[in-house]
């Protein structure tokens, strides 16, 4: 037996003992396989460790004729061949990424549009879906946050977003660059503050902001279609006049800064920072529902959230009441509130039930 943090759990792993909320409420009884939904649950009870058997236990401990839990979709894509393949590419890319904004910023060596466009293209190219893609970000959190990443992933989402909306093969390689070049202007800041596992004070957050003024700065003396600059001084900008650097409104802010700016917010906040984890993407719709008709082109917000719905169908999600159930239906008014099949096999529609939520996909 081995006392292990929720934190360290491997999936896979059988407990000891029973565990325990701290009312004394029974949640997994001993001797149960844990997969990322158990994990999920004793995140949600607050668990702070549990009792792991120890491999030489698992043959005697278990109870050969109890029936295993489902696998998760999530553990399915987890063990897929196209994610292992994916993963390896999505490294490679990333480095690569690191490598030319290095050349740029400190050897003024140009950047070399085609071969970046390609490092993206050739991510999905061929082998996957817009659906496939999102299921294999999804399963990236935790592995690899970095501003690389962000710009790799925003990349993706916005090619996703210009293909939904219909936009010629010239203009998604334009969009392409611009995503992964929107941030550049980050490596400008200090990286202090930028990995500071707490709250900036108003003084940091005005430096980060920055950044978008610096990265145009840096791509201004570049061969570039003038797009791509603007997205990266304008992806912050916001259609109700609240964003920055200029507090532009929204026949002011290019589109490609608009389509740009979804990806950037929807990957971000759903990614994890040094000073939270990453918020569920049914929360992130919920927040696009709240603001963004006001916040974002309409034509585009409502078709990034329409299409998205697709990628979510079949996931199993964990909700506010420690429940777990999969996604079978879509609601196109309220996007953030689908059918799910839970566990028990009761469907439920979270319409008809406001105190519930989607915590997280799991």
């Given at each position: 037996?081995?006392?292990?943090?929720?934190?360290d759990?491997?999936?896979?792993?059988y407990?000891?003992?029973?565990v325990?909320?701290?009312?004394?409420?029974?949640?997994?009884s001993?001797?149960t396989?844990?997969?990322a939904?158990?994990?999920?649950?004793?995140?949600?009870?607050?668990?702070?460790?549990?009792?792991?058997?120890e491999?030489?236990d698992?043959?005697?401990g278990?109870?050969?004729?109890k029936?295993?839990e489902p696998?998760s979709?999530?553990?399915?894509v987890?063990?897929s061949k196209e994610?292992?393949?994916?993963?390896?590419?999505?490294?490679?890319?990333?480095?690569?990424?690191e490598?030319?904004?290095?050349?740029l910023?400190?050897k003024?060596?140009p950047?070399?549009?085609?071969?970046?466009i390609d490092?993206?293209?050739?991510?999905?190219?061929d082998?996957?879906?817009?659906l496939s893609?999102?299921?294999?970000?999804?399963?990236?959190r935790?592995?690899?946050?970095?501003?690389?990443?962000?710009?790799?992933?925003?990349?993706?989402?916005?090619r996703m977003?210009g293909?939904w909306?219909?936009?010629?093969?010239?203009d998604?390689?334009v969009?392409t660059?611009?995503?992964?070049?929107?941030?550049?202007?980050?490596c400008?800041?200090d990286?202090n503050?930028?990995?500071?596992?707490?709250?900036?004070?108003?003084?940091e957050y005005?430096?980060?902001?920055k950044?978008?003024?610096?990265?145009?700065?840096v791509?201004?003396?570049?061969n570039?279609?003038?797009r791509?600059?603007?997205a990266?001084?304008?992806?912050?900008?916001?259609?109700?006049?609240?964003?920055?650097?200029?507090g532009?409104?929204?026949?002011?802010i290019p589109?490609f800064?608009?389509i740009?700016?979804?990806?950037?917010v929807?990957d971000a906040?759903?990614?994890?920072?040094?000073?939270?984890?990453?918020?569920?993407?049914?929360e992130v719709?919920?927040?696009?529902?709240?603001e963004?008709?006001e916040?974002?082109?309409?034509e585009?917000i409502?078709?990034?959230m329409?299409?998205i719905?697709?990628?979510y169908?079949g996931?199993?999600v964990l909700l506010?009441?420690?429940n777990?159930?999969?996604?079978?239906?879509?609601?196109?008014?309220h996007?953030?509130?689908?059918?799910?099949r839970l566990?028990?096999?009761?469907?439920i529609?979270l319409?008809?039930?406001?105190?519930?939520y989607?915590?997280a996909?799991?």
């Open positions: 037996m081995i006392k292990t943090a929720i934190k759990i491997q999936t896979g792993s407990t000891a003992t029973p325990y909320t701290k009312t004394g409420q029974m949640i997994l001993a001797h396989l844990l997969t939904q158990q994990v999920s649950r004793l995140e949600f009870y607050g668990i702070e460790w549990v009792n792991i058997q491999p030489s698992i043959a005697e278990t109870d050969s004729g029936q295993k696998v979709y999530s553990q399915k987890k063990v994610f292992h393949t994916f993963k390896v590419d999505y490294d490679k890319k990333s480095r690569y990424l490598s030319s904004f290095d050349d910023l400190n003024n060596i950047v070399e549009s085609r071969a970046l490092q993206v293209s050739t991510l999905y190219a082998r996957l879906t817009s893609v999102f299921d294999m970000l999804h399963n990236m935790q592995i690899d946050d970095t501003t690389f990443a962000h710009s790799i992933n925003v990349a993706l989402i916005g977003l293909e909306l219909e936009l010629s093969e010239e998604l390689d969009l660059l611009a995503g992964l070049l929107h941030d550049i202007g980050k400008t800041i990286p503050i930028l990995l500071k596992p707490s709250a900036l004070t108003p003084k005005e430096a980060v902001k950044h978008a003024e610096n990265g145009a700065e791509l201004a003396g570049q570039l279609d003038d791509i600059r603007q990266a001084l304008m992806h912050h900008e916001r259609c109700d006049g609240s964003g920055y650097p200029a532009l409104t929204k026949d002011e589109d800064a608009k740009i700016a979804i990806a950037d929807y906040m759903t990614s994890n920072r040094p000073y939270r984890k990453g918020y569920c993407p049914f719709i919920a927040t696009f529902e709240r963004g008709l916040k974002y082109d309409i585009y409502i078709t990034f329409t299409r719905l697709d990628t169908m996931n199993t506010s009441d420690g777990t159930g999969t996604v079978i239906m879509n609601n196109t008014i996007r953030s509130r689908p059918l799910l566990a028990s096999g009761e469907c529609d319409v008809k039930h406001p105190e519930l989607i915590q996909i799991i």
